[in-house]
Each structure stands twice: as C-alpha cells, then as structure tokens.
C-alpha cells in the first residue's frame, strides 16, 4: 500500500478566527475525514495566536520577538521565510500548499528544479488591477489555483507572465450542515434567548461580520443604519429612489437629523429627487425597529474607531448597534457558535470594497438569509450567481499603498436595498432559499474530492515546470 500523501499548508494558522483559516480547516479537516489514511499534514501557521478551536494536525508557528515583555511577530518570519524552510527540510513534503494574498508567497515560489516538491497556490485576490511584478515569481508555481472566476480573470488579465495553462478556480467548500436555515419559529425563539432586553423580538436585524479595514468600508454600515432609523433621507414618490440627506450642514459641528442639504447635489434643491429632479419626494418616516448587530472586534490598530463613529452620527450603542458580546481580538466566538448570528439576522449587510471570496456571503447563503452587496470583487460573483442577495453599485477608488480599486458603496442604493427586505419580507425568503440552493452544490464532499483529484494527480506527475493544470 502506498504511504501517505505529504502536504505542507503555509497560510493562517488553523485556529484562528478568520476566513482564511476557516476556509483551510473546511478544506483540510474534510479532506482527513473523507480519504482516512491518505494525507499526513503539517503546517507553517501565520499569525498563530487566540486560538478559537483544536488543532487537527501539527502546527509550525512562525516567530516572535520580545519587546516589553510581550510577544509581536518578527517582521523576517511574518510569512514563514525563514521557517518553511526548516519545516520542509524536515517534513520533507509531497506539496505545498499556500493560501493566501499573492506577497505573502513569493518567498515559496522557487523554480521547479531548485526545490522537491510540487507547489500550490491558493490564492486570493480580492481587487483589480494586480501589481504585475508578482507575475514571474508566480508563474514558477505548479499550479494556480483562485477562489473565484472574478480572481481568475485579474490573473490572466493583469499578469501576462504567468503560463494560463497554471490558473483555474475552485470555491470554498460550504459548511450546510453546520450553517442552515430555521424557521420563523425557530429565529423567534433564538431571539428570545439572545436578543437584550431592548431589542425586540421582531426587530429587523442586519447583520455584518469582517474585520475594520479600509477595504470593508464599515463607516457606511454606521451611517445607513443611522439614516434609516431617524429617516433622513427623501423618498421620491415619483421614481421611488432614495436622496440621502447631508449629515453635516454649513456651520455645524455635530450630527443632526432635521438638515435639508442633499448629499449628492448640496447646492440643488434639497427638497428635491436627487435622481428625477421631482419635488414630491418627503422625507421618510424612521425606521425604529432596524438594528444593526456588529460582529467585529475592536481591534487596537484600527481605521475607524467604532465609538467615534458612533458619535458622528449620534447612534447610541446597545440601542441602535449592538456587538457580539465579550467578541475582541483575543476573545472570538469558536466556529461551532456562528452560526447563531445568521440564525438571529434578518440579512447581511455587506458593502465591503471587495473580497478574494468573502466568506461571511457564503455562510449567508448557507443559512438562507440575503445579502445586500457591493456588485464588485469575489463576493459578488458568488452571490450574484446564486441569487442570493440585493446588489448596490458605488465609485471605484484606488487604495492607499497598493492602488488597488475598491468600492465604496452607494448610501442610496444601499438604503433603497434595506427598504426592499423590510417592506417585503417574502423577497427575503426567496433571496436566502436561492443562496441556500446554490450552495448545496459546494458540500465539503464535493469539493474536497475535487482537491483530492489535483492532489492525487499532481503528485503522480513528474515535477517539472510548465505542466498543464488539472481539470476541476
């Protein structure tokens, strides 16, 4: 009988609460379970720190440095460089395996003959355009392997020097059993044991999970949330668009609700569509039964600080936003106790500027709760193709230090969008019973399969550079 298969991960570390690590436990964890006996996996653990969950296979992590008596990540090993290395010497493995951002692994991507082992890429990209110097080093990979067709094509398109023969894309697998609908029953009930005492049972509730960068873009989750629940926008009775209204009139120092200056033209008539020039657009009422429930940490290093946005536009913590409690940077929810967020949301409110996959659409989807979205990156795709969302469009803007487009959503569109599931709650039902469908067909069986398929095969080839990839 053969031996096992060897394969050396180099990504997050397998317990820590994000996407990546999420993604590389559903992948990995499956794929021990469905083929026993067949793979011995080790791992060069990235950012190996708060563990929310066991370790299914041993961990490397990479190294530390002291400074005032606490430990920080030692910028020369921050992506393994020094430690793949004493790893693979070591282990001496079949493949590596790298999933991540494409600067994190060009340190792995040696030419064919200067290293043992076959190499993959599992890469995000989550924006266009690519910087093109990643292109040769890239192209020395065995294969290349994207989350989605949108990471894909910004391969090809964006970095001539790699071999197209290398690049496919292949999704995450979906966790349906662990994230799957309830009924209204059931949300009801979760409710009652969950929700604090002010919010109320049948409050409509969005929910967001992501971290605060730049490119998640959470200051427009504060601002429609305070839109929506004192109702400080028009409402055309003509073309039934939104016209948000100015947060900061000429002279003021603070937020107010009662200003008249329409964002998108401050100088037009502020009584006036902003889209139809019609001036039978009032105001709307507010929407006081809108919550918007946050599962972010508060993270010391951080774009906006949440309580400033909080002051800006007058929203009042565990009134009009509430966080999971006691989440942080070092205290997480365990993957097992997810699943009860989507269980409670109504949708997932999502104007993130873009996404290598975005993993919280999928576990919306998975639970049968809607998305609104911005129509640009990873994420969309996935939600567009499975029907299972509210699209919003928005401005692309290149990002500070990788001049790497993101989108900063539409506060219209996206209020407009929050309008639609509470008035017409069945549309809801619909969106999230598509999502659900569509997922189904990314069970972990089926897609770690797929994974065994390209390991099985690639380790049967003789490794050389250039080899066609393999079918998906």
């Known amino acids: 009988m053969p031996g096992k298969l060897k ?3 180099v990504g ?34 990235l950012f190996h720190c708060y563990a929310v969950t066991d370790l299914l296979w041993p961990v490397q992590a990479t190294a530390l440095l002291e400074a005032n008596g ?12 020094r430690t793949f290395p004493k790893v693979a010497a070591e282990f001496q493995p079949d493949i590596v395996f790298a999933f991540g951002d494409p600067q994190r692994f060009v340190h792995l991507c040696k030419p064919a003959v200067e290293r043992k082992h076959h190499l993959v890429l599992y890469l995000n990209f989550d924006g266009l355009p690519l910087p093109p110097d990643f292109g040769p080093a890239l192209n020395n990979a065995d294969l290349l392997i994207t989350k989605t067709e949108f990471a894909k094509d ?9 071999d197209g023969a290398k690049v496919s894309n292949l999704y995450s697998p ?27 049972p049948d409050a409509f509730v969005l929910g967001w999970v992501g971290r605060n960068q730049w490119r998640k873009q959470i200051w427009l989750l504060y601002k429609a949330i ?6 400080h926008y028009l409402v055309c009775r003509s073309c039934g668009r939104v016209s948000p209204l100015d947060w900061f009139p000429a002279g003021a120092g603070s937020p107010v609700a009662d200003g008249l200056a329409r964002e998108s033209r401050p100088g037009a008539d502020p009584r006036a569509c902003a889209h139809c020039g019609s001036d039978d657009a009032p105001r709307a009422e507010p929407l006081n039964d809108v919550f918007l429930w946050l599962h972010t940490a508060d993270e010391p290093i951080i774009t906006w600080p949440l309580r400033w946005l909080e002051a800006q ?29 989507y269980n409670i949301w109504d949708a997932l409110l999502y104007p993130t500027g873009g996404e290598g996959f975005g993993l919280p659409a999928w576990e919306a989807m998975a639970a049968g709760i809607p998305a609104i979205y911005t129509n640009y990156s990873g994420h969309a795709e996935l939600l567009r193709r499975g029907g299972a969302g509210l699209p919003v469009g928005g401005v692309l803007q290149p990002e500070t230090g990788t001049c790497i487009w993101r989108m900063i959503a539409d506060l219209g569109q996206l209020i407009e969008a ?24 990314y069970s972990p069986e089926v897609v770690v399969r797929k994974w065994h398929e390209i390991f099985q095969g690639l380790a049967a080839r003789p490794q050389v550079a250039g080899a066609a990839v393999l079918a998906l």
């Open 418 to 441: 929050v309008r639609r599931l509470y008035y017409d709650r069945q549309l809801g039902r619909s969106l999230g019973a598509s999502g659900r469908a569509f997922v189904e067909g």
């Open 12 to 45: 997050d570390s397998p317990v820590l609460p994000t996407g990546v690590a999420e993604t590389t436990r559903l992948i990995f964890g499956n794929l021990l379970r469905v083929f026993p006996g067949a793979y011995d996996i080790r791992q060069v653990g």
């Open 154 to 162: 910004v391969v090809l398109r964006f970095l001539p020097a790699v």
């Open 313 to 341: 536009f007058g929203l009042r913590r565990d009134r009009d936003v509430y966080y999971t409690p006691d989440y942080g940077v070092k205290a997480a929810l365990a993957p097992a106790d997810v699943p009860m967020l």
């Open 70 to 81: 606490t430990g920080r990540f030692d910028p020369g090993d921050q992506y393994g460089q």
């Open 226 to 231: 305070a839109c929506l629940r004192r109702g």
């Open 174 to 200: 979906a966790d349906i059993e662990r994230f799957a609908p309830v009924s209204e029953a059931e949300k009801r009930d979760l409710r009652e044991d969950l929700f604090p005492d002010w919010m109320p």
């Open 7 to 9: 394969i050396l991960i």
